[in-house]
Each structure stands twice: as structure tokens, then as C-alpha cells.
């Protein structure tokens, strides 16, 4: 499947599939007025077992899922191992996951996982024609469409805005896109940008299948500022702000996740009404097809 | 994969070399990241808030996890040795030291599965070389009890010493071991200096031989004499720094455990490998 064929979900939130905290099942139907449209969750090409005993029901029951993989190096152009390909594949298909994202960088080195610790893509030529081309093996493998997601940065090496590198890779490999406004905000701190100082004019919006918002952690040292992705915190106001400018050049977004993964319940019922409340006054989902 | 990826991966994990990057002159550029494209931007780089961030955030992990499985040494760690044996251990963190594949590979970086026999290693060598044998027994001991209580959890051993159950550990220190560890505990609950530490942490003439063992979900320390030690050595099948040589089960025992836990986001998640949780039950809002 293309991803312009994916169809519209809407608000999704990312959790474990455990469901500790936040326990996405409290924002299901029947449940609450307040639901989710669909459950995102992250896991190991190994962690199939795992998923079917905590989603069989829902599976069964059709809850659209959106699946993020955490073992392929997407800035490479070298295959991956058959178990990773065959295990990420055994999850996509069992869940029948509406689409598939993976933050583009180095994920594991020398055969190490490295998590919170991955590489971040280098921006440059050779980096996109390198992911570009993975991108395209990914997606001749999986059983939905594959995008690409900016990741989180604090350093990078780059030769262009992480914006342009997203938009050459989304073209060269015809594929769809994640964009994390977190991920963005810190990037721009990280880089040394004003907060708007971004190639808005030339992105393509309408390969933007996925947003998605989460809490930032500031971090000062003396007058160095980091910004760093933090999903246990509420979501910051820098994520709503820059939703709401660029939302009505999103007319073919699919889902809005929020990623919550450590927070209480109350905090992901507020965040799920300010969503719904900003995604109505900017018409995110009225093109659903 | 591209050389600016090992330069990053080297300038996040090897502290030392940032600083030589940073602080390096253009001719020296050349020989510390040869072949690549993008030196000027590598110094740069180097010398960023943000990556500074990024080696922060390692070498915070490494001091926590080692916070954690040593719990008497980790403050002697820092005294004796300071900043730069954590330095040294990250340098050197992805360096073959007899991994398994398929193992400790797929567990977050700073799992003590990943970080406690790094460290134990460099822990050994650095107080070998200080002439300092008690601390490395100091040591294989927080390690000894930190395994046995990971095993207690459900988790597979790391090492296997036959003919002790999985997860034990034959202990044979040749000072006063419970007494040290009594006064290295009064100096924790003042929080006092690295240097007070050095003063007054020091063995007692002694001998002290146990097994810490995992039983029934906790840690059982079992004080036996020498005579009984000795037993046991003669009959232990094999090192205890050498991985059981069928090591398949190891490898789908840990399989079930990485394949039960919560890896994405949080390396402090941890789920025991016997059993996945209920699933919870909604409750109305």
C-alpha cells in the first residue's frame, strides 16, 4: 500500500502494550466519552509473544494500531539481519498495523541495541540517497507502509536543515512521513535556529501521515540550553504552538499520537481533550477519506 | 557504515577523545578523524552544548547503573579512581569482551547485564594496578549479590558456576569482609567526602568465604568455612568469568525476558522473565 492510501485515524496515543501507566484501555471503548482512535507501541523484533498476550483482544476486536519498530538502522544502506526483518514483519502483520514509523538514525552498533542512545542520521547527500535506499528495501519487506521519522537530536552533523533531509529522503524513496514536533523544537535549540528559523516554504506537508506531540526536559547549563524529548512529561506548549502554525498545511495527516508513555491517566485524559479541541478548530482530519 | 557515524559514536562515548577533538589544531584533526568529509564540522561538533548533553547523558547512565550493582564499591570507585575509570569504561563499551551474539546485545545499553561485567573488568584491572586486591574482591562481591538478585527475579544467570544453582557465587575474601562493608555503610548514611572514604575504608586482617545464592525470590548469603570452600572449588566445573559453553538456553531464557519487557523507552523498566503482568483492567474516568 502507498501511504497516501492509508486511511484517516485520527487521535492515537503511544503506550506499552502493558498498559501500566498510562493504561491506554481506559480511553477505549466502551470507556469514558474521551477514547483514543488508535494505540501506537514501540517494541523488539522479539517481543511478538509479549504483544499477543496483552493485545489479543483488541486485535481481535480491530483497534487500529500504528507500530513503531526500534531494530532497524534506517541511515544505512546495508540489509538487516533475517531475524529482525522476519520478527518486525511477524508483529506488523499480526497486529495488521496501519502503518509502521522509525526515527531515522543508527539504532544499534557493532550489533549493540542502543535505544535512547541511537545515532542521529547524518544530514547530507549521501546520507539520503543511503537512507533513501533503505527506506525502499523496508518498505519492499514490510506488510504496510513504512515512514520515515525525524529524530531526536542535541548534536548532528548536517549540511542541511533536518527539514530538507526529510523532505529529499520522503521524495527519493516515495514514502510518507512522521513528524515529531518535539523532536523538531529540540532540534532547533540544537542547533543553534531561532524556534522558527525552519525551510517550512518547500516541505511537503502532504507526505505528513503522523505528528507527534510529547513533553519536553529543559535542560541549563549555565547559558547552554538542551531540549530533550522527555515522554513522562506533560505535553509542552511548544508542541501545541507549532501544531496549531503549521496545521493548515496538513491537509493529508492520518493520526496525531500522543506519546505518553509513563504518565497517569489524568494527564493523557487532558491532553487527548486539548487535542481533539485543536484538531476540530483545525480541521486536521476533514479531508478523512 | 559511514566513518562520521564512528566518530560520533566515539565523540558521545569516549570522553577523552572529545575533549582531544575539541581542543585539537588542524593538524591534529586529520590523524583523530581521518578519512572523513566533514572535520570541521566534527570539531564543531565536539565542542557543542549538545554534545556535551549526549556524553552527559552516557556517563550519568554508566555512574547509575554502578550506583546500583555495587553498592559498596561504587563510592570507593569513585574515590580511588575517580572520573576517569567511568571515562575509561565507556571508551572501551563496545570493544569485543566476549559477548554472546544474540544475548546482552539486545538489552538497553546500560542494563546491568550490559554495564556490571564492563565494569567489574575495569574495576579488577584498576585496582590490580593500584595494588589494591581487596576492592576488586569488594567488588566480585557487590556483583555476586546484585546477579543473585537479579536471578531471584527471574531472570537467567549471567555466569553459571556448577555445581552451585544458577546465579550463585562462590565468595572468598581474605580480610574481614563484614566489617568493611558495616563502616563503608555508617560513612553512606553521612554522605561524606571521596577522601574520608580513602581514610578510613580500610580492611581488617580476616578471612571470609560464603555462597550468595538466588533462593525463593530473594538473596541468601551462606557463610561456610574453608574447608567447605575448598570443596566446592575443586568440584566447580569451570571459571567463573567464563560463560557456560551451552549457552543456548541462556539465549532463549534471556530471549523471554527481553521478549516480556518493556525496552523502548526507559532503560530502569524491568519485567521478570517467569510471567507477563495481567493484563489492567480499565477503570471508568
Redesign the interface.
Known sequence: MHYSEIPTLGIGLAADVAGGQPNYRNFLPPHGPDKIDYLSFGAHHIQLPRIKHFLSDLIHDRLPIVFHPVNFNISTCNTEEDDVVIGTRGIADYTSAIWMGQDVGIWAYRGHYLGPMLIPAILDEASVSETAAKVKYLQALMPCPFLIENPPVNACLETMHMLDFMRHVSEEADCGMVLDLGHLIGYQQATGRDRWDMPLANFPFERVVEIHVAGLQFSRVGSDLNIIDQHAYPVHDSCWELLEAIGPELKCLRGLTLEQEYCEDHLVLEHLRKARALSDKLGLFSHAN | ??I??EL??RL?WDPAFRRAVAGADSSEIERLAPNSV?LE??VK?AK???????CY??IASLFKISAEIFSYSHQLFVSYFGDEFFERVLASY?DDCGDL?GTV?????FDGY?AGPRLLRAAKQAAKLAQMSWLADLAGYDWAVWHAARVAEGWPALENVPPLVPGATLLSVTYDLPSLLREIKRLQRSGVSPEIYRQRIQPAPGQYYAVILPKDGQVMQAKIDRELYEDISKNRSSDSNILDPDYRCFIEEL?IV??????????EFR?SANS??D???????
Open positions: 557504515m559511514r562520521e557515524y560520533y559514536q558521545t566533514h564540522a566534527i561538533l557543542s552544548p549538545g554534545l556535551e548533553e549526549e547523558r552516557r563496545f551474539k546485545e539486545i538489552l538497553e545499553p550490559v530471549g527481553v521478549a516480556n519487557s518493556f525496552l523502548c523507552c526507559s532503560p519485567r507477563l503482568a493484563v489492567i483492567a480499565p477503570e471508568p474516568h
